[in-house]
């Protein structure tokens, strides 16, 4: 396949050219002392410069000796938050006289772009493609905003610490297909982006930007980005062998390292909100004051809240312990049963996003050597 | 307009209270005219000194029992009430008032009256789910009007209240807020208090402090120590965010006696 040199100084035109095609562009943008993702206007709205510094129960901003446009790693949002929408009306129903009319909740579906999106992300989308719009129980709000969606996927040139794709089999080099791929290469004063078409609509939008043809050397410049990348993740302390999680988690319903776990965990949600996989929703049904008007919204729920598993006489998952065992086994060893994967793409925002540091990785090793005694 | 034949009748209550949490209920403005639709607002002290006489359909009480004369009351009320719901800190936990709890009341009134010997009070101020079966409670210093609109809502068609237990932090993810434990290292009490207010504080780059009182299911112990050793709080500060306007809730109560027992000890 072709690939094409972008100079970094006519990044916007890229911006502009999905604005001009009518997609709502969706990127990173610096907010409250975080890399977040929200809509972009013009190349200004990017994290220009900007990295982040991440560990257990900690992030943050940190100003770059470069001009990277992303060199940050995965922060606080996820694209879920505009897919899988956090709150959302489904039906409405009024009552008048004797009869009830009941009306499904009509949305206007906007054509997006994201732009920026890590291969660990395009992985997690695809999890999520295959619980919302594959899976027999479809979901429709999803799948229409997923039908229209443009992808621009950036290869990882920089990791967290708390990154650990290289251990899940997703990144930090692109593997799934997306409409533009793009490397950021910083090489000297020089400053460009390796841009390569995965779609007919990605080649539409090619065509109307500034390129000029890759070189070998261009070529070798960004293929060695991501290396260095994967090099980092591979000497760090979150690397480990995933290929047994599953028999592992099986085998260890009964491990003490939950009972530890749960002597910390706030039971507090925060993990699955930030989790790009994680899709528990619950529907919450209300009517007003007169009783003749009466919603139904879906909002994000997860496994660690009590009304989760409640049911007529309480909730099943009670204390901390089932909780937490609920949420790690999901992600790590039934999620393969239900949908033929793992859970987990390993991304890394639960351990850097848990108010008290618990490490998914280091729980994993804890099992490991609890079982090993 | 009499049409209060057929309309269930509600009263609200007070007891320690500031009103903050009736008035939540003046200042639901567009609602208020549904509301007196949908009720006979049949006692309400703070709307109109028009009382209509008991048995009421739903009670809404505020305030914590402070005093004899409050205990006494409170089972009246009770009595005359088919449902009975709390709203705010003071009725369902204490309310701030309940610092006397952890002190000697004497030497309060004694520093603040002129003449303490006319102070009849009693040694604690206590929920009133101590004093009769409640059966609902609204948390929140003050509680959220949108949510007492819902419960009373609920309570009028006899279905479950939309009020989730959980943790301020599911509410602060819903909106899409930064976490400023996390980014900031601000110490928030978000992961152990009942969500309720939208995640306001932490939307405005501020911790939570508690104003909601513990969500279900509270590990205020791990929260504590993280605060410690990672965001540098000092005890004193522990103390004070769990020791405001939900001192006496039994999760925070709990957790300020221990880590000031632990102070004593180190
Ligand atoms: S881990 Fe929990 S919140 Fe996430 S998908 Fe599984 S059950 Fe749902
Ligand atoms: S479980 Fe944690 S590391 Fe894995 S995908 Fe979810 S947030 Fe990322
Ligand atoms: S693991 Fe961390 S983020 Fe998840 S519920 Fe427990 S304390 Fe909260
Ligand atoms: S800012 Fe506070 S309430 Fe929000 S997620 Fe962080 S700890 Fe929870």
Redesign the pocket.
Known sequence: MQDFVLLAANLDRLIQALRAAGYQVMGPTLRDGAIVYDEIHAVGDLPQGWGDDQEKGRYRLKRRQDGAYFGYAAGPHSWKKFLQLPRRPVWQAQKTGHSMQITAAVETVPAMAFLGVRSCELHAIAAQDRVFVTDQYRNDSYSQRRAKLFTVAVNCTSAAATCFCTSMQTGPGVTLPCDLEMTEVIDGAEHFFLLRGGSADGEEILRQLPLSPATERHHRLAQDAVRRTAEQMAQGPRHFDSADLQALLYRNYDSPSWDQVADRCLS?A?CTMACPTCFCSTVEDTTDLSGDHAERWERWDSCFTGDFSYISGGAVRADTRSRYRQWMTHKLATWYDQFGSSGCVGCGRCIAWC?VGIDITEEVQRIREAESG | MSKTQGRPKLAVWKFASCDGCQLSLLDCEDELLQLADAVDIAYFMEASSEQVRGPYDLSLVEGSITTEADERRIREVREQSKALVTIGACATAGGIQALRNFADVQEFTAAVYAHPEYIATLKTSTPISTHVPVDFELQGCPINKKQLLEVISAFLHRRPPQVPPH???VE??LRG?V????AHGTP?M??VTHAGCG?IC?AYSR??YGCYGPKENPNTSSLCHWWQQELDADRATVVENLRNFNAAAPAFERESRRQEQRHGEE
């Open positions: 507090c925060n108010p | 943790s301020v932090c602060c993810k807020n976490c400023v434990w996390v928030c978000g992961p995640a932490p911790g939570c």
